[in-house]
């Protein structure tokens, strides 16, 4: 399969298989682009692999790399991935997290490990499992696409590593951002005659300039309350799993006058930098909005599975 879609806790990801490029762990300290088989060397420690593309010599990129993990230096020779749309490397570091259908026993899940001949890493509750591939399983990848087609697996998810975004950091210009003293406290509110104690902020201005950036959208920040409106041009596009609870849908509740906290309370959080009102301490996080807080422990319960199963962060 040189093209494969995986299910993962944010969607669905499609992965093609690279044509020249392979990962490799290998016995000897020698660099791997010294060796009579590698091209050239992308990556000396991706995933715990080194990143390399093959001499192929008119071979396809399975046929060779089966060949190079004969070689005796080589321990482990697995395939790289592109997501659709990106150029940069995906790697299988071997761990798959899986988690099993509600009920399915420890027994049951123990088959299902022993037909890929995966090894437990850690278990995390009585559904939930770290597993690892082993040298008679198959690539990380694949097992992940088998598991999801059987009945007793909910989510088989490959923990994948890949090469770290460089950033042309900027900070936001957003009009109101002098205003917001949170963020950097100069001891000015721009406006009024007050004086602040000058460097009493959350230190967020600080924490963007040390990332080189303004967070990440793979991070999902879920705000817990009541009244918001998803259509606010700060919050409308980062939108993510919505849940309201009083009418256990994704259809929030909005437009009663009674109800206003949730839209300004996520906008601190992560109001977008578009270059208008204010900026959140994390711009580029997505928004998952949970309303219809209430004091019931059975809705805390709720609100907080909804969190755990839904991918916030």
Same mark, same amino acid.
């Given at each position: 399969?040189?093209?494969?879609? *995986? /299910?993962?806790? /944010?969607?669905?990801?499609?992965?093609?298989?690279?044509?020249?490029?392979? @990962?490799?762990? $290998? $016995? $000897?300290?020698? %660099?791997?682009?010294?060796?009579?088989?590698?091209?050239?060397?992308?990556?000396?420690?991706?995933?715990?692999?080194?990143?390399?593309?093959?001499?192929?010599?008119?071979?396809?990129?399975?046929?060779?790399?089966?060949?190079?993990?004969?070689?005796?230096?080589? &321990?482990?020779?697995?395939?790289?991935?592109?997501? &659709?749309?990106?150029?940069?490397?995906?790697?299988? $570091?071997?761990?798959?997290?899986?988690?099993?259908?509600?009920?399915?026993?420890?027994?049951?899940?123990?088959?299902?490990?022993?037909?890929?001949?995966?090894?437990?890493?850690?278990?995390?509750?009585?559904?939930?499992?770290?597993?690892?591939?082993?040298?008679?399983? %198959? =690539?990380?990848? /694949?097992?992940?696409?088998?598991?999801?087609? *059987?009945?007793?697996? /909910?989510?088989?998810?490959?923990?994948?590593?890949?090469?770290?975004?460089?950033? &042309?950091?900027?900070? %936001?210009?957003?009009?109101?951002?002098?205003?917001?003293?949170?963020?950097?406290? =100069?001891?000015?509110?721009?406006?009024?005659?007050?004086?602040?104690?000058? @460097?009493?902020?959350?230190?967020?201005?600080?924490?963007?300039?040390?990332?080189?950036?303004?967070?990440?959208?793979?991070?999902?920040?879920?705000?817990?309350? =009541?009244?918001?409106?998803?259509?606010?041009?700060?919050?409308?596009?980062?939108?993510?799993? %919505?849940?309201?609870?009083?009418?256990?849908?994704?259809?929030?509740?909005? @437009?009663?006058?009674?109800?206003?906290?949730?839209?300004?309370?996520?906008?601190?959080?992560?109001?977008?930098? =578009?270059?208008?009102?204010?900026?959140?301490?994390?711009?580029?996080?997505?928004?998952?909005?949970?309303?219809?807080?209430?004091?019931?422990?059975?809705?805390?319960?709720?609100?907080?599975?909804?969190?755990?199963?839904? @991918?916030?962060?």
């Amino acid at each position: 399969m040189s093209k494969l879609t *995986i /299910k993962s806790g /944010k969607g669905e990801l499609s992965l093609k298989k690279s044509n020249s490029l392979v @990962g490799l762990k $290998t $016995t $000897t300290e020698k %660099p791997s682009d010294q060796e009579d088989y590698v091209e050239s060397e992308l990556r000396s420690n991706l995933g715990g692999f080194q990143v390399v593309s093959l001499r192929k010599e008119g071979e396809d990129i399975d046929s060779k790399l089966d060949e190079v993990r004969q070689r005796d230096e080589v &321990e482990v020779g697995t395939h790289v991935y592109y997501a &659709e749309g990106s150029n940069k490397p995906l790697i299988a $570091t071997g761990d798959i997290y899986i988690t099993f259908e509600d009920g399915v026993s420890e027994s049951e899940q123990a088959i299902v490990l022993e037909e890929y001949h995966l090894e437990v890493v850690e278990r995390r509750g009585s559904n939930r499992i770290v597993a690892r591939v082993t040298p008679r399983s %198959p =690539n990380p990848i /694949k097992v992940a696409y088998m598991l999801q087609q *059987i009945s007793l697996v /909910k989510l088989a998810e490959p923990d994948l590593d890949t090469i770290l975004d460089e950033y &042309e950091f900027r900070e %936001p210009t957003d009009d109101l951002i002098g205003q917001q003293w949170h963020l950097r406290n =100069n001891g000015n509110v721009p406006g009024t005659n007050y004086r602040l104690r000058q @460097g009493a902020d959350a230190k967020v201005a600080d924490a963007w300039r040390r990332l080189g950036a303004l967070g990440s959208e793979r991070v999902v920040i879920a705000i817990i309350d =009541n009244g918001f409106d998803i259509n606010h041009p700060d919050l409308r596009t980062k939108v993510f799993r %919505p849940f309201d609870l009083w009418n256990q849908s994704p259809n929030l509740s909005m @437009g009663d006058p009674r109800f206003t906290h949730g839209t300004p309370c996520a906008s601190v959080a992560l109001a977008v930098s =578009n270059g208008r009102g204010i900026v959140g301490a994390a711009p580029n996080a997505m928004f998952m909005p949970i309303s219809g807080t209430s004091f019931s422990n059975r809705a805390t319960e709720q609100m907080f599975d909804y969190c755990i199963d839904n @991918g916030a962060d």
